[in-house]
């Protein structure tokens, strides 16, 4: 079976966990630490990006994987599929670039949005 939109959000993921491995590489030479911060705000922002991603972007990609599974409706998964990216991207440049915390809280409330709408319908789904 073909899972089209798990496939194009998994693979935008990818990119974006490359990316932000890359920026915590970059910023680890550039202030010669190997673990941890090393006390540098720049580099623990970056770390946090780069953890918030890894907790979150798993379930985006499970919950989109078995909604296309069960053959919810289209509508459905790409929405979600759409909110799911939009929400990482945004978190990351309410993080990185723009450091304003209504930016982070307006993409995780988004995303979370996202996970209950996609928990809903596989619940609902499994009570029928």
């Known amino acids: ?29 550039q202030v010669r630490s190997t673990h941890g911060d090393a006390g540098d705000s720049v580099l623990g922002k970056r770390i946090r990006a780069h953890g918030n991603f890894t907790e979150y972007a798993p379930l985006a990609l499970i919950l989109l994987a078995l909604l296309e599974a069960q053959a919810a409706p289209a509508v459905l998964v790409q929405a979600l599929g759409v909110v799911f990216v939009l929400s990482r991207l945004v ?30 319908w596989l619940v609902r789904e499994f009570l029928k």
Do not use: D, E, K, N
Not at 6 to 22: H, I, K, P, Q
Not at 91 to 105: E, F, I, S, T
């Open 91 to 120: 978190h990351v440049v309410g993080m990185l670039v723009v450091r304003h915390p209504l930016v982070r809280a307006a993409a995780m409330t988004a995303q979370h949005a996202g996970f209950v709408a996609a928990a809903w």
């Open 1 to 29: 079976m073909i899972w089209p939109v798990t496939s194009l959000v998994a693979g935008v993921f990818a990119v974006m966990m490359v990316a932000l491995s890359l920026a915590v590489t970059q910023r680890r030479i």
